[in-house]
């Protein structure tokens, strides 16, 4: 007799979604999952900083802790986190925004953005967005029942993604323009009159904004232009940003949103529904980080661009064209010459080198023949990096 188990087996897969069902898994974890188990691998594929956060800001944490601090916050966040934040983008960027109904405190930028989505978006609404982009942008969008449009961007344009392309993309169901820069993957950065076009596009359009700038901090030789202090699009902007990238804070997931009173109010509505509060102990480490971490952050932007300038000297060498990129840490070289695709160059180089990049198509079409390097890592590393690659290159090169 057959185990009953057998008989009552059910399709699970009827209850699945359609909005799962359309999303792809992350090409980034997707791949990353082959790691598991390699010894000797130099991993030159997760996104984040090698550095440990601060002493100061984990020993706030730890302080937080043992003081009991181990409830919920609000669920906006901190009002002191918040109030700082206003500090914070006051100074910085001569942006005034009310504490109480203008910033949320979420769980890292990816909430933010996913809240984003959903607080704005109606079933089939369009959102303009580059290609090559972060792996969570157009799957945000999707899961919102929105409709991602890409705009290609090219090595030949340094990846900059235009003004007039964004243009030709709006149609009557366009609702808003995500912008990423310092990109990722690309390293590609907007200055101020690249801006101030798109800018004039989504006044004239009235198209809103989402701005994520997670790695403003992290630029190399140029001045990072906030899109909200751009003439009249404070109101049409809503601008993302946190702690992991330039403070080393990335386990520790804390992000914020700043915007129209209306849009981050209906992002809070379901922050409340589903988060509830990002984590106390979290929030008062983002706190400290503000506070005094500004010297780390300047000795880790300067870190960063010694192996910057070293990688894309070294990918050049050894024959990968690599377009300089001025923002965040990664490179993004033309695979282009060995014949394969990304996919391929990306898994022949992990199983015969032990070298780890992420194939550009993880970041949409147009990333097509390009791989990811995270330069986030010791120089021993890259360097031994770069010579199992033109070893590699070597044995493949057509």
């Known amino acids: 007799m057959k ?20 999303i792809a898994p992350s090409g980034i974890r997707k791949f990353f999952d082959l790691l ?16 440990t956060t601060p002493w100061h800001i984990r020993e706030s944490a730890i302080h937080s802790i043992e003081k009991g601090m181990t409830m919920y916050t609000s669920n906006s966040g901190m009002p ?8 914070f983008l006051a100074n910085k960027y001569n942006l005034k925004y009310d504490s109480h109904s203008e910033i949320l405190i979420t769980v890292g930028v990816s909430e933010a953005l996913d809240l984003a989505m959903r607080a704005i978006l109606n079933p089939g609404d369009e959102v303009i967005m580059a290609d090559p982009h972060y792996v969570a942008y157009d799957a945000s969008v999707m899961l919102a029942e929105g409709v991602p449009v890409l705009v290609p961007t ?40 690249q801006l101030e ?39 049409q902007t809503l601008f993302l940003s946190g702690f992991s990238k330039a403070y080393a ?31 106390t102990m979290a929030q008062v ?53 060995t014949g394969m695709t990304s ?8 199983m015969e080198e032990k070298v780890a990049v992420v194939h550009g198509t993880a970041f949409g079409p147009s990333g097509e023949g390009y791989v990811r390097c995270c330069y986030a890592t010791s120089m021993s590393d890259l360097e031994e990096a770069l010579v199992r690659m033109r070893r590699f290159l070597e044995k493949h090169r057509k």
Request: glycine share 8%; hydrophobic share 35%.
């Open 36 to 51: 598991s188990g390699m010894e000797g691998v130099i991993s030159l594929g997760v996104g984040e900083p090698d550095y």
């Open 249 to 279: 804070m990335t386990g520790w997931r804390v992000g914020y949103a700043a915007g129209n009173k209306e849009i981050i109010g209906a992002m809070t509505k379901i922050h409340q529904y589903t988060i509830m509060s990002a984590p």
């Open 343 to 350: 996919g391929e160059f990306s898994e022949k180089l992990l």
């Open 154 to 193: 090219y090595e030949s344009n340094n990846f900059e993604i235009t003004a007039a392309d964004i243009e030709k993309k709006i149609t009557k169901r366009t609702k808003a323009i995500l912008l990423g820069y310092p990109s990722n993957p690309t390293g590609a950065v907007l200055e101020k009159k």
């Open 3 to 22: 185990n009953i188990n057998e008989h009552q087996k059910t399709d699970c897969t009827k209850y699945v979604s359609g909005r799962a069902t359309l």
């Open 80 to 87: 002191e986190l918040r109030q700082a934040l206003a500090g």
């Open 285 to 337: 480490a983002a706190l400290e980080a503000l506070k005094s971490g500004e010297k780390d952050i300047e000795e880790m932007v300067a870190d960063y661009d010694r192996r910057r300038k070293f990688i894309v000297k070294g990918l050049r060498e050894i024959g990968l064209p690599c377009f300089e990129p001025r923002g965040a840490f990664y490179a993004f070289p033309s695979i282009k010459s």
């Open 197 to 235: 076009q798109i800018a004039e596009v989504a006044r004239r359009h009235k198209l809103l904004v989402i701005s994520d700038e997670i790695y403003s901090r992290l630029v190399y030789g140029v001045e990072h232009t906030c899109f909200a202090t751009l003439p009249g699009m404070k109101e």
